[in-house]
Nanobody, 115 residues
Framework: QVQLVESGGGLVQPGGSLRLSCAAS????????MGWYRQAPGRQRDLVAS???????IYAVSVKGRFTISRDNDKNMVYLQMNTLKPEDTAVYYC?????????WGQGTQVTVSS
């Protein structure tokens, strides 16, 4: 079993920045990929960014150039640096991790971008 705990969400003005963190614990040795999804009110949960243990990354087109995902394998942490935030980035952000045959999810953290 793997547990994921997010932190760093909050309320920011358009153009501001936030840094989300996700800490993994439990049986984490076989994790292949970690990353972030988000879900806005009335919308489906969509991939924001992902990163493999080797450092390969994938970004949603809407966040490319503004968000950066990173991973610290020694600390079992994944981060999402969010710059130049826009109102359309408002959503609940969920950390995820995957191994062979299993997906794991955090509880979610609210990000609100509003003036």
């Amino acid at each position: 079993q793997v547990q994921l705990v997010e932190s760093g969400g909050g309320l920011v003005q358009p153009g501001g920045s936030l840094r989300l963190s996700c800490a993994a614990s439990g049986s984490i040795f076989s994790l292949k990929a970690m990353g972030w999804y988000r879900q806005a009110p009335g919308r489906q949960r969509d991939l924001v960014a992902s990163i493999t243990s080797g450092g390969s990354t994938i970004y949603a087109v809407s966040v490319k150039g503004r968000f950066t995902i990173s991973r610290d394998n020694d600390k079992n942490m994944v981060y999402l640096q969010m710059n130049t935030l826009k109102p359309e980035d408002t959503a609940v952000y969920y950390c995820f991790a995957g191994d062979l045959g299993n997906d794991y999810w955090g509880q979610g953290t609210q990000v609100t971008v509003s003036s």
